[in-house]
């Protein structure tokens, strides 16, 4: 299968090799035009629990590539999500047979896809992977994860079945999904309630749960998320996100890390926050339901970034 990687950088780059030592046809498109020529020229390094190593792959400069793909995974950040997709459309890699599989953190790239492709074309993807990217054409790869991932009506034809097979070879560890849309949102709220809080009070997971009063500020917001999820199909519950919420604290599980929202504010870049509080409040003025602890994180972040 002709795969296209949309966006190369740490996730991009993880999910773009593994397919690639898995032997299918795999290009790494990306807009950084240093870390495609190191990854042409000295292979993508990887360093994984105290040792390097070396791994050849495809890589070209997002705008001047034009062939036609299978599949193409999109990893860019959100922000470049939707002018990714209509160059590549313009570009020809995206044709009317091509699929294509979000797998960025966030909400509303079904409903981005669904504008430009037709519904047989969009498939969704969450994934529990990690990456990390150190420097022109260098990952940090460590840890473990799976893709799950489906058409967001949740059937099942011969791509997903065969999608499977790829992701399982490649060691990615598929699961196909019959209802991906709640399992985006479940993310989602993780990443919404924890990107934006340890952002504006620039804490590590375990330092924000700590706070005796964490829950007061996570449970009105958590509310809030269910309820504009439940608008959009997705089933989310209180108790069971909280509980899995209070394991997160613990150095074992996440609790030593800062989200990726805050390790952007860190290194001077844009955060995803549009696309999670930002988005719910979008989808949340669609419905009708007040989301003021969303609006207001949003602005939050946004004050920060500047
Ligand atoms: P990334 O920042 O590593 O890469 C995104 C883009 O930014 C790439 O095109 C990359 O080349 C470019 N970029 C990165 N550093 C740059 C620099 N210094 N100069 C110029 N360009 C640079 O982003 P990512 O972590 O791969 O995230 C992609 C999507 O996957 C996001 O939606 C993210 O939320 C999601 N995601 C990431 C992880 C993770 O662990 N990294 C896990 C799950 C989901």
Not at 170 to 194: E, P, R
Not at 264 to 273: A, C, L, P, S
């Amino acid at each position: 299968m002709k795969i296209v990687m949309a966006g190369a950088g740490a996730m991009g780059g993880r999910v773009g090799l593994y397919l690639t030592e898995s032997g299918q046809d795999v290009v790494m498109l990306d807009k950084w035009q240093d870390h495609v020529d190191a990854m042409n020229d000295n292979g993508v390094t990887v360093h994984s629990y105290g040792e390097t190593t070396n791994h050849k792959v495809k890589a070209v400069f997002m705008d001047d590539y034009n062939e036609p793909a299978d599949l193409v995974i999109l990893l860019t950040k959100a922000l470049t999500a939707e002018e990714t997709i209509d160059n590549l459309i313009k570009q020809g890699v995206i044709t009317k047979e091509t699929k294509v599989m979000s797998l960025m953190n966030g909400l509303g790239h079904g409903d981005m896809l669904l504008k430009k492709l037709s519904v047989e074309q969009v498939i969704l993807a969450v994934t529990m992977w990690s990456a990390g990217l150190k420097g022109p054409g260098e990952l940090i790869l460590e840890g473990t994860g799976n893709i799950e991932f489906g058409y967001p009506d949740g059937h099942v034809d011969a791509f997903i079945e065969q999608l499977k097979v790829i992701l399982d070879e490649a060691k990615l560890n598929g699961v196909i999904s019959n209802d991906i849309v709640t399992s985006i949102w479940n993310k989602a709220l993780v990443n919404c309630c924890f990107n934006t809080y340890c952002s504006v009070t620039d804490k590590r997971i375990g330092e924000f749960g700590a706070y005796e009063q964490a829950d007061a500020m996570l449970i009105p917001l958590v509310k809030e998320i269910i309820a504009v999820g439940a608008t959009k199909g997705a089933k989310l519950d209180l108790d069971a996100t909280m509980e899995k919420f209070h394991k997160m604290y613990s150095p074992d599980v996440v609790g030593l890390h800062y989200p990726s929202m805050t390790q952007d504010i860190h290194n001077g870049r844009k955060t995803e926050v549009d696309f999670l509080t930002g988005a719910v409040s979008r989808f949340g003025d669609e419905a009708g339901i007040e989301t003021p602890y969303c609006d207001i994180l949003t602005h939050l972040v946004h004050q920060i970034e500047k």
